[in-house]
């Protein structure tokens, strides 16, 4: 059986590697992935990374048996936030990106369907 103190560093590791996967792709000048296949295809990719996002700090955090079920959502909102902000504010300082509101609502988007899923699967569990 895997103790309460392993259980809890691995349902970190999923955000790290998110955490660390958003900031390489944000350090690149021109992501390697972006093709201009239709107009709105950045803001997809934005609320689809911040989507998973969303879903790895819900399994950071879902462990933590003492915090209530609202105070997690509230916890994946807001850690969700303030990543896309920091990471709209670390691509204003990388050459040939830019920072924008668009991004970070399109973030914000991806971060509230996590926490959907995540109230819809805490629900059935229930």
């Known amino acids: ?6 259980l809890n560093i691995l349902s970190k590791l ?20 972006v093709l201009t296949s239709f107009q709105w295809q950045d803001k997809v990719l934005h609320l689809a990374a911040y989507f998973a996002y ?9 462990v933590h048996q003492s915090i209530s079920s609202n105070k997690k959502m509230t916890l994946i909102g807001l850690i969700g936030f303030l ?27 991806g971060v509230i369907s996590a926490i959907m899923l995540y109230r819809l699967c805490i629900k059935r569990i229930a």
């Not at 969303?54 to 879902?62: D, K, S, W």
């Not at 902000?85 to 970070?104: A, K, M, N």
């Open 14 to 33: 999923p955000l790290l590697v998110a955490s660390a996967g958003i900031f390489y792709f944000s350090s690149l000048p021109q992501p390697p992935f």
């Open 83 to 109: 990543y896309a902000l920091s990471d709209e504010y670390h691509q204003s300082f990388v050459p040939g990106r830019t920072s924008e509101l668009g991004d970070i609502i399109a973030d914000w988007i």
């Open 1 to 6: 059986m895997i103790s309460s103190i392993t």
């Open 54 to 62: 969303g879903i790895t700090i819900a399994l950071a955090i879902h």
